[in-house]
C-alpha cells in the first residue's frame, strides 16, 4: 500500500483544522449555486459554477476537495455529451444537488453488481437501470478518480449486448466505440 | 451471550447505501448453526456512540462493525472470520487493513500496513471468493482500520473521547490491546471488502481527534 508524505500530510491536516469554517463555507456556497442550476437544469450554470469552483480548489492547494464535488463534476462531463450528441440528459428526472448525486452513486453501485458473483436478481436490476441512461455517465463513472471500478471494456461489451436485445441501437454503438478506446 | 451468532452493526445516514451493504451481507455463507442480526444506526450523533448503543444492545458473541459504504464481497467471510477467532483464544479484534506499527504522528496511512484494498488494478480481475483455512499466517497489528471492525468481545468505545467520526478506530485498537489482546488482519488474495469511501476523506476535524489520541494513548 502507499504511504503518504507524512510532514505534507500533517501540514494540510493543521491548515484544515484552522481554516476549517472558512473552506466550508466555501463549499456551502458552491453546493448552493451548483443546486439551483440543477433545479432549474441550467447546464451552463451547472458548467461555470464547477470550473469556478476547481479554479479556486486550485489557488487553495485542493483545500476545498470533496468527493462529492469531484463526481458532480464528471457529471457535467457526461451532460455535455449527452447534449452534444443529442441523447437525453441524465439529470432530466432530477432537481437536487443530492438527487443528483444519488443518481450517479446508483450507476456506480449497480455497475458494481456486475463485477461481483451476486445472485441473477440483483444483475437484472442493474442492466435494468444501466439501460435507462446513457453511455456517456457509465464513461463518466469509469473516468472518476473517486470510484472503485474495473474490466471497463468488458463491461461495455456486455452492455452493448444488452442495449441490442433491448433495441437500443444508438447506445449499442457508443459502448462498442467506447470498448474500442479502452 | 449468544456464542452462535454474528451481529452486523452499520451507522449510516444514506438509505441508498445502506440498502446495498446489506445487500451484500445477505449474499455471505452463514457457518453451519450459526445466525446473523443486524443493528442499524441512523444519524448518530458519532460513531462511537452509534456504536455503544449497538454494542449493548446484541448478545452476539460476533460482532462486526463497518460502514455504510462497506461491501464484504467474499462470500466466505464469517467461515473466514470464524475459523481466525477460533484459532487463538488471544485474538479479540479482526480488522482488513492495518499497520503493525504506529508512528509518533499516529497517522496510520504513513505506516507500512498489510491487508486487503481495493485498488482500480485489483478490479481488472474477476473475482473469486477466498476460503481462508490456514490462519497461521495471519498479521498481528498495532492498529486496523475503522471501515471494518470484527470482534469477539465487548469492550466499550471511547465516545467520551472520539465524540466524531475520526480516530475511533485506533482508540479501539488501543483499547483492546491494553487488555491484553491481538488485533489481527489475514492476508487476503484479493481483497474480501470494497471500501466505497471516494478516495478523498473528510479531514477537518481529523487534527482534532489525532491530538487527543495522542494525549490519551502515546503520552506516557
Redesign the interface.
Known amino acids: 500500500m502507499t504511504k503518504i508524505n507524512l510532514n505534507h500530510f500533517i501540514s494540510s491536516c493543521e491548515s484544515l483544522e484552522t481554516n476549517k469554517d472558512y473552506y466550508l463555507g466555501y463549499i456551502k456556497k458552491y453546493k448552493s449555486h451548483i443546486n439551483d442550476s440543477i433545479s432549474n437544469h441550467s447546464l451552463e450554470d451547472f458548467e461555470l459554477f464547477l470550473n469556478e469552483y476547481f479554479d479556486l480548489n486550485s489557488k487553495l492547494e485542493d483545500q476545498l476537495l470533496t468527493s462529492e464535488l469531484l463526481k458532480i463534476n464528471q457529471i457535467k462531463y457526461a451532460l455535455l455529451n449527452e447534449r452534444t450528441h443529442d441523447f437525453s440528459l441524465f439529470w432530466n428526472d432530477v432537481y437536487t444537488y443530492d438527487e443528483l448525486l444519488e443518481k450517479y452513486n446508483k450507476t456506480t453501485l449497480m455497475l458494481r453488481r456486475l463485477l461481483f458473483d451476486l445472485p441473477d436478481v440483483f444483475k437484472k436490476q442493474a442492466y435494468d437501470f444501466l439501460a435507462s441512461i446513457s453511455p456517456f455517465i457509465i464513461n463518466a463513472a469509469f473516468d472518476d478518480p473517486t470510484n472503485i471500478l474495473g474490466m471497463e471494456k468488458q463491461i461495455y461489451i456486455i452492455l452493448a449486448k444488452d442495449c441490442l436485445i433491448r433495441q437500443k441501437y444508438d447506445h449499442s454503438s457508443l459502448y462498442l466505440e467506447l470498448a474500442k478506446r479502452v | 451471550m449468544n456464542n452462535h451468532q454474528f451481529c452486523f452493526i452499520i451507522c449510516y445516514n444514506d438509505d ?2 445502506l440498502e ?1 451493504c446489506l ?2 451481507i445477505s ?1 455471505l455463507i452463514i457457518p453451519d448453526g450459526f445466525t446473523i442480526d443486524i443493528l442499524t444506526i441512523k444519524d448518530a450523533k458519532s460513531i462511537t456512540s452509534g456504536y455503544n448503543e449497538a454494542m449493548k444492545t446484541s448478545d452476539a458473541k460476533f460482532k462486526i462493525y463497518l460502514h455504510q459504504d462497506v ?1 464484504i ?1 467474499n ?1 466466505y467471510f464469517l467461515i473466514n472470520l470464524l475459523n481466525i477467532f477460533n484459532y487463538n483464544v488471544h485474538i479479540g479484534m479482526v480488522g482488513m ?1 492495518g499497520a503493525p506499527k504506529i ?1 509518533d ?1 499516529a ?1 496510520m ?5 498489510i491487508g486487503g ?4 488494478e ?6 473469486i ?1 477466498e476460503l481462508y483455512e490456514t490462519p497461521e499466517t495471519l498479521g498481528i497489528v498495532s492498529v486496523i482500520d475503522g471501515h471494518l471492525m470484527a470482534t469477539c468481545v465487548d469492550i466499550p468505545w471511547r465516545e467520551d473521547l472520539f465524540d466524531g467520526w475520526d480516530f475511533y478506530d485506533l482508540s479501539q485498537s488501543m483499547e483492546f490491546r491494553e487488555r491484553g489482546y491481538n488485533i489481527v488482519v489475514p492476508p487476503q488474495h484479493q481483497p474480501w471488502c ?1 471500501h ?5 476523506l ?7 481527534y ?1 491530538k487527543i489520541f495522542i494525549k490519551e494513548y502515546m503520552s506516557s
Do not use: C, Q
Open positions: 441508498f447505501y446495498e445487500l451484500y449474499n461491501f464481497v462470500k487493513v508512528n504522528s497517522i496511512w504513513a505506516s507500512p500496513r484494498i481495493f485498488t482500480r485489483l478490479m481488472e480481475k474477476p473475482y471468493s470494497l466505497d469511501d471516494g478516495n478523498i473528510n479531514l477537518y476535524n481529523y487534527n482534532h489525532r
